[in-house]
């Protein structure tokens, strides 16, 4: 079956450090992975996703390169920032009619001044 | 700004007690979900509607959960009885579906059930 794996939080940063969220995957044939944000008390919010191999989403800063050489799609940011403090979440869905989409465990990333 | 809206968004409860959670997905999508969260397992689903039709609910307590989706406009997720272990975040998203494409979940604000 389907399975995402990310690094344990909490992830705790100075603001303006460099981000990585490790973030590897397991499934049949092609799927689609994506990162979605939770702010607090909010629900997930998309953040960013890539189709295909070797496709790079970006959004708000943050970039994710689909590598399905190491089946990874490691979450990336130059410089964060205190707004960025939020639990963020990896996800992977299959092509084909099911659809389901299946969610990493969270990490959780505080930003401190 | 088309959104997914949840009601109601705080429920405290005595053991043994219906719940009844409220969602109206956003308007023209095909899909709805019915997810929980809490610290010790993270975000699981519950229950997927696509086109109104039930297509996995194998993340249900089946003897305690029920799903459905009167109409289009909306889903509703009960628990009767009611226990402790029920407390959680329950989030409700919906999106657009086709055989081809896999649009973006969008997600509710959740409704907070406490269960004492």
């Known amino acids: 079956g389907n399975s995402v794996t990310q690094m344990e939080g909490p992830v705790t940063l100075s603001e303006e450090a460099f981000l990585t969220i490790n973030c590897t995957y397991t499934?049949?044939?092609?799927?689609?992975l994506f990162w979605y944000v939770q702010y607090p008390g909010e629900g997930l919010q998309l953040l960013l996703k890539?189709?295909?191999?070797?496709d790079k989403g970006s959004n708000k800063g943050f970039e994710a390169t689909y590598r399905k050489e190491t089946t990874s799609f490691h979450l990336e940011k130059g410089s964060v920032q205190v707004s960025d403090s939020a639990v963020y979440f990896c996800?992977?869905?299959?092509?084909?009619?099911?659809?389901?989409?299946?969610f990493g465990t969270g990490t959780k990333l505080q930003v401190i001044p | 700004d088309a959104r997914v809206t949840q009601t109601p968004r705080h429920k405290v409860t005595e053991m043994g007690q219906e719940v009844t959670m409220r969602c109206q997905p956003i308007?023209?999508?095909?899909?709805v979900f019915w997810y929980r969260q809490t610290m010790m397992q993270g975000l699981e689903l519950l229950a997927y509607?696509?086109?109104?039709?039930?297509?996995?609910d194998s993340g249900m307590p089946k003897d305690r959960f029920s799903a459905e989706m009167p109409d289009a406009t909306l889903a509703t997720l009960k628990i009767q009885p009611s226990e402790p272990r029920d407390s959680a975040v329950y989030f409700c998203?919906?999106?657009?579906?086709?055989?081809?494409?896999?649009?973006?979940?969008?997600f509710g604000p959740g409704t907070r059930l406490t269960v004492l």
């Open positions: 890539a189709t295909k191999a070797d």
């Open positions: 308007l023209g999508h095909n899909t």
């Open positions: 996800a992977l869905i299959n092509s084909g009619g099911y659809q389901k989409v299946t």
């Open positions: 509607f696509r086109n109104r039709a039930p297509l996995d």
């Open positions: 998203a919906s999106g657009l579906v086709s055989p081809l494409q896999y649009n973006e979940q969008f």
């Open positions: 499934a049949t044939g092609y799927p689609s």
